[in-house]
């Protein structure tokens, strides 16, 4: 029924509009007790099997859904009741800003893809952090807040910029995410390298722990899949020397290679995901997981299209799952046919928990 009406009606929308009407459909109905209600059974079933326990925090499951949709905080409790089991808002700036002019989101749906190049578009940290503290939440659920750098801040002024997100933002954050890897905020993936990222994540640290006192905050990076690999290696070192407590591999690719698509479309500069995505976002979380092992918290995501693709980013080492762009294209039951299927495969796996999975096929090549 959904892909009917994709195309008959959001594929001919352009992509940005048809995002927005999805998304006020979505908050809708979660402002409606009993239309919510029906819903969130319908499509956030739960499985205890897949309970999970990751940055010290419970969750229903391991899919959760990856910042870019839920910029300003505004759809958390829609978001949870579609099944999504932790919902990662931004990316949040220390300013407000636009974003990049549009046209500015693409689709590729022969590739089952996006390229976007959205600019960090979000009402700021400041109004970010005023709508996090009145909510009113409807639903529980874990919410992670993804920062970055203001587009017309200076690269040398970043870990200023990063420390006033993160002074507003971490006391309303289950976890908080510092987003080094979009291509499309210049300067900011040179960020990524160890001497540019190493004092803005102590910064960030020691704010998040001067601003909520009561509790540690659990800090993770994103990192891009156009990093070499002993740049990834590099980065998994730091996280392990700093004490970070997870790593999200990955961001979007400027990469076009094995597209399907022909036309001027793939010309669109911007950072590219779905499922192009898949193989190298895979292949970046298995090196990380070989190098860090279970001493941080990776979080794969990047071309999560299946059960079978969450399937997978657990055997190579994540404990915890996102999904984004093949959400556009599966619609509202996307998160329940990852959870079912998730389910089906440990029950028939060897495996007794979740938990159990997590790098099992890195482990097995190492062993």
Do not use: C
Not at 12 to 39: N, Q, S
């Amino acid at each position: 029924m959904y892909k009917l009406f994709f195309n008959l009606v959001f594929k001919r929308m352009d992509p940005e509009k048809a995002h927005y009407l999805a998304f006020r459909w979505i908050r809708l109905a979660a402002r409606t007790p009993v239309l919510r209600t029906f819903v969130a059974a319908a499509l956030a079933p739960r499985y205890k099997e897949l309970r999970t326990e990751a940055l010290g925090l419970r969750m229903h499951g391991p899919f959760g859904l990856a910042a870019g949709f839920d910029k300003n905080a505004v759809a958390i409790d829609g978001m949870t009741m579609l099944g999504f089991d932790h919902i990662e808002i931004g990316t949040v700036t220390g300013e407000p800003q636009p974003g990049n002019p549009k046209k500015r989101l693409f689709r590729l749906v022969q590739d089952r893809a996006l390229i976007n190049r959205m600019g960090f578009n979000n009402e700021g940290s400041l109004a970010v952090a005023a709508r996090l503290a009145s909510r009113n939440p409807v639903f529980r659920t874990t919410v992670g807040v993804n920062i970055g750098k203001t587009k017309v801040v200076p690269e040398a002024e970043a870990v200023g910029d990063y420390v006033k997100s993160t002074e507003r933002l971490a006391a309303f954050a289950d976890y908080l995410v510092v987003n080094v890897s979009s291509p499309n905020t210049p300067g900011l993936r040179n960020l990524q390298a160890t001497e540019a990222l190493r004092p803005l994540l102590a910064a960030v640290r020691e704010a998040a722990d001067r601003t909520v006192r009561s509790r540690r905050v659990p800090l993770l990076v994103k990192i891009a899949p156009d990093l070499a690999d002993e740049d990834v290696d590099a980065v998994a070192d730091l996280a392990v020397e700093l004490g970070l407590d997870g790593i999200i591999a990955t961001n979007t690719t400027i990469s076009r290679e094995g597209l399907r698509t022909r036309g001027d479309v793939v010309n669109e500069t911007g950072g590219l995901s779905g499922a192009p995505l898949k193989e190298r976002s895979l292949e970046v979380l298995r090196r990380l997981y070989a190098r860090v092992g279970d001493k941080i918290t990776l979080v794969g995501v990047g071309g999560v299209e299946t059960a079978e693709d969450a399937w997978q980013r657990i055997l190579a080492g994540a404990t915890l799952v996102q999904g984004y762009s093949a959400f556009i294209y599966e619609g509202p039951f996307y998160a329940r046919a990852i959870h079912k299927g998730l389910a089906a495969r440990l029950n028939n796996s060897p495996y007794a928990t979740l938990a159990d999975a997590v790098g099992a096929d890195v482990k097995k090549v190492s062993a």
